[in-house]
């Protein structure tokens, strides 16, 4: 496995399900990244780690819990959803989480979840 | 405040031509970086080409250059010789060294390659 991969790449789940969504980079990166894409929005920003601290929280709703156990992995779990985060989660990791400008992020391929 | 704004919801460009994608931006942070994105159907975002604030020259990676105009805050990328596998959306985003764990993001431009 290569780069930053996700899973499940595509879930349903009702309003009372918990579900959880996994990311994993395999480049050595200290910073990992969930973001939301909904539908004719710009990427939104939810969760930032780095070497396995939350630095940064936009405001999101409880019922999305982040874990990041180490700098490889990251999860995002799910409870009590709305239709409204029905949405394209994506996952990113950086070499640092900032501290150089030109620290890119590199993208996984995202989980498309439908809230139903 | 949106910072990033790219104005071109879609573009069509023929095969093998150039093609302009805009941004524009907003910040009164003298150091900042600028990225662009492509996004194919099948969602991840792959990473084009950067460029720096203080960089005195224009970014540019194979086929991909950045047509960047400081005093204008633009940052148009330029897409030479196109070809049907650029069919995609591009994301132009900023990063500010203030707040650099945050990376803003314009709303996207569609490109449509045609043969």
């Known amino acids: 496995e290569t780069g930053v991969t996700q899973t499940p790449r595509h879930l349903v789940m009702g309003m009372t399900n918990k579900k959880s969504l996994k990311c994993e980079q395999h480049?050595?990166?200290?910073?990992m990244y969930w973001y939301k894409q909904s539908a004719k929005k710009p990427l939104e920003l939810m969760f930032v780690?780095?070497?396995?601290?939350?630095?940064e929280n936009n405001s999101v709703p409880s019922r999305f819990s982040p874990e990041c156990p180490n700098s490889s992995h990251l999860f995002l779990h799910l409870h009590t959803l709305q239709p409204e985060d029905s949405a394209l989660y994506l996952c990113?990791?950086?070499?640092?989480?900032?501290?150089?400008?030109?620290?890119?992020?590199?993208f996984g391929p995202g989980t498309r979840l439908t809230v139903l | 405040a949106q910072k990033i704004t790219q104005t071109q919801p879609g573009m069509f460009v023929q095969e093998k031509e150039a093609v302009t994608l805009d941004c524009t931006y907003d910040?009164?942070?003298?150091?900042?970086?600028l990225f662009w994105y492509k996004q194919p159907s099948s969602g991840e975002m792959i990473f084009l080409i950067y460029?720096?604030?203080?960089?005195?020259q224009n970014a540019t990676e194979g086929r991909y250059s950045l047509n960047f105009q400081k005093a204008r805050k633009s940052a148009n990328l330029v897409i030479s010789a196109s070809q049907l596998g650029d069919s995609a959306m591009y994301f132009c985003?900023?990063?500010?060294?203030?707040?650099?764990?945050?990376?803003?993001f314009g709303a996207g431009t569609r490109l449509t390659v045609k043969p």
């Open positions: 990113a990791s950086s070499l640092s989480s900032g501290s150089e400008l030109s620290d890119t992020q590199y």
């Open positions: 480049l050595g990166h200290n910073a």
């Open positions: 985003a900023m990063r500010e060294g203030r707040n650099n764990n945050d990376m803003r």
């Open positions: 910040t009164s942070d003298p150091s900042y970086g």
């Open positions: 780690y780095s070497l396995e601290e939350r630095v």
């Open positions: 460029q720096g604030s203080y960089d005195q």
